[in-house]
């Protein structure tokens, strides 16, 4: 197979999408320091780069975030052609496989881990991130932004104004959603 690799840009001005024309994994992994890369020889070695800070992976697609003061333009070609290469030579995004998604909870709890997982996930993975439920305590959702939407300046409009008012609809006992710090 022909590895094609493409770049898209992110709403966080600091983070890139290297989008492949392969599956990478099933899911989402998310790598915000070289020392949490540990059991991914991927992003490992996207970490040996001096301007990389943050590595995520989903579906087809590897998320990018460069340390300040770096240019896109200087690197992008850089990352590009590394992540082609690895694609190519089949280096392994995590060394154990993730297991599938199985929700738990109250039937409102279920329900709201359905709703993210169909609706906001593939929405939020447009954008290089990836969000995950963290618990539904009094009303209140709280989620975890991870990848592009970690520190992403419009994440919170986005969890406002989108998420809450979804889950609001379809979900009578939601009353907000919040976002847990990293």
């Not at 392994?92 to 496989?97: I, M, P």
């Not at 929700?103 to 997982?117: C, M, P, R, S, Y």
């Not at 419009?154 to 009578?172: A, D, F, H, Y």
């Amino acid at each position: 197979m022909n590895i094609n690799v493409y770049t898209e840009s992110t709403p966080n001005p600091a983070t890139m999408k290297f989008i492949v024309n392969k599956l990478l994994i099933n899911g989402s992994v998310d790598f915000p320091t070289r020392e949490s890369a540990e059991h991914s020889p991927f992003a490992k070695e996207l970490f040996k780069f001096s301007f990389v800070n943050g590595v995520f992976f989903a579906s087809n697609f590897v998320t990018v975030t460069k340390t300040e003061g770096t240019e896109w333009n200087d690197i992008e070609p850089i990352i590009k052609e590394f992540v082609k290469g690895a694609v190519e030579s089949e280096l392994k995004v995590q060394e154990a496989e993730q297991e599938e998604v199985n929700f738990e909870g109250t039937d409102a709890e279920i329900k709201i881990q359905q709703i993210l997982h169909d609706y906001v996930r593939p929405a939020v993975e447009q954008d290089g991130g990836a969000i995950s439920y963290k618990s539904f305590t009094d009303g209140i959702v709280t989620v975890e932004l991870r990848g592009s939407c970690s520190g992403c300046p419009s994440s919170t409009l986005t969890l406002k104004s989108g998420i809450e008012n979804l889950l609001k609809r379809m979900v009578p006992e939601v009353q907000e959603v919040v976002s847990e710090a990293l």
